[in-house]
């Protein structure tokens, strides 16, 4: 159910706290994703969104059927749709680096974009890319290694492991565009090892 409680904004307003409880006083309510958005002007993006490249889309959830309250409205039964945005401005320097204008409607906007990877900084550290995405780029590693270290004693063997490197390289790649990430490579100067970084 969605709760929505339309209000004016003081020209003079700089806050604005949300307080959100139950009627009674042993009611028990979960409220999830507190907006206040309206109309056409520039908001900044989350704090984790540092470039232009990573906000691919706005869309907004229009307000489902009436529920039994005035401003009562069940969720998730319409489509969303895209909503008409852009960039306002983009500073590195700034803690807000990233603003956008939306020209917002009647119903919840979300801001669709790529959040970086957590960096894997140790053998036991955790990433919430999925297994198959880690596989794929180890391995394009890991076989472009074996490649090198073969090349004068078996080129045989080492166009083979060449070869394996070109497809675990090209489903790496894939499955990173597929997922809106960029690929960063990072080349160890040890010879039994490579190194493999996801951003």
Known sequence: MELVVPFTVPSSCEQIDLLMSGIASGDITYWANPQVWGGTRVYPVPSWIQQESQVIDVREFPLGT????????????????????????????????????????????????????????????????????????????????????????????????????????????????DLGIPEVRLRDESSDRQLVRFS
């Open 66 to 177: 009436s529920g039994p309250g005035s401003n009562d409205y069940l969720t998730n039964t319409r489509e969303s749709r895209s909503l008409e945005w852009g960039f306002e401005r983009a500073d590195t320097t700034a803690t807000e680096k990233v603003h956008i204008w939306v020209k917002a409607g009647s119903g919840r906007p979300y801001i669709v974009a790529s959040r970086p990877l957590s960096e894997l900084t140790t053998d036991t550290a955790v990433t919430r890319v999925s297994q198959d995405l880690v596989v794929q780029g180890a391995m394009y590693h890991i076989s472009k290694a074996r490649a090198a270290k073969l090349m004068s004693s078996n080129p045989s063997l080492a166009g083979f492991h060449n070869s394996r490197a070109r497809e675990y390289g090209r489903n790496y790649s894939r499955m990173l565009k």
